[in-house]
């Protein structure tokens, strides 16, 4: 398994914590089948790729597998150059991969943090706890720049990042993993408790399910603010039935949706950036019974582990499905046209 931390940014002083958390939870053995692999790119520190692992005392040990010059780890070039070395050195059976950084979901590259280009803008009183602001050196990774840099096939990614649970970013790598394990809303910068959803990982067949309720059970167990979490996950195999059930609905209701109520729908957004909404609670403003029927069937087949906080941050969650989407009627003329290009829209013609 390979944790991926993309950090040379203002979340740094977060991987780093993170980072020390792994040790305190499970590492495999030195003689292990089980491989832990790190790739660290932090503040003021040259990207490095380590291995965990406990000797025979019991005691977690860092080897260096390879050192790295300066290098922009948010791009494409970067992620697939180290999962070709990874594949080299470590050949296995099956590889996981765990990505940490920022996140915008769908959005195109430097949307999110300037979409005050595109609109108002408001300031945030929780930019400072949430992993949706900061990126390196004002790079950031397409979602079709991702998938065309996961050179292999893999068992599943878990995102760390903010706002990565939409069908868009499912659909456009479902060909890269049996699995994925997102967040429709943000996330908080101190992302997943790695001491405790490192062990369910090594599994003979990784228990997402279980990672997924650990990472919901330390926020829910939290006060304040910090009790807010939305996490799913999700079945690749499952996303083209729904795509196909979707677009039949889509085009049976296609006069409907540019004056959709958007206030209506469940939205997993604050502030303005009004991107992200609930996919189950935008289908049922227009679908029929007997096609939400036919929707809720196939969406439970692709989300079949969801968990999410009733409040995140300023944000009431009162409907969740587990996955997020664009909701056209709420966008922009550019949005859509970018948005064309997805292989969701591709395969439902939501947006013609």
Known sequence: MIIYFAANNNLSSYAENNIESLSKGYIPGEE????????????????VL???????????????????????????????????????????????????????????EDYYENSNQYGVQFPDPYAHMVKSFGYEDGVE?????????????????????????????????????????????????????????????????????EVCER????????????????????????????????RNIFAANRDKLPALPVKNIQGYFRLNKHWF????????????????LQFNNALSQVVTTKFYTPIFLDLTISRYSGISTYVPSNGSAYLDNYYKGYKWNTATQMIK
């Open 141 to 209: 990774m397409d979602i079709k720049d991702l998938s065309n840099a996961i050179p292999y096939h893999l068992s599943f990614i878990i995102f760390d990042c903010c706002l990565m649970g939409g069908i868009e970013v499912a659909y456009e790598i479902k060909d890269k993993c049996d699995y994925i394990v997102a967040s429709p809303a943000e996330i908080l910068a101190t992302g997943f408790p790695y001491d405790k959803v490192v062990e369910p990982l090594f599994e003979k067949k990784a228990n997402l399910e």
């Open 50 to 108: 380590l291995r965990l692992y406990k000797d025979n005392s019991g005691s977690v040990k860092q080897d260096v597998v390879s050192n790295y010059e300066q290098q922009n780890s948010t791009t494409p070039e970067v992620l697939e150059s180290v999962l070709d070395k990874v594949k080299v050195i470590f050949p296995a059976r099956e590889y996981g991969l765990i990505l940490w950084s920022h996140g915008t979901g769908w959005l195109p």
């Open 277 to 292: 909404y609930d996919l189950e609670d935008f289908v049922s403003q227009f679908a029929s019974q007997e096609e939400l």
């Open 32 to 47: 292990s089948d089980d491989i832990l692999l790190v790739y660290s790119h932090t503040e003021n520190n040259l990207p």
């Open 215 to 246: 990472y919901y059970d330390f926020y829910n167990s939290q006060s304040g603010v910090y009790r807010s979490a939305t996490i799913a996950l999700y079945n690749t195999e499952k996303l083209e039935t729904l795509a196909s059930v979707c």
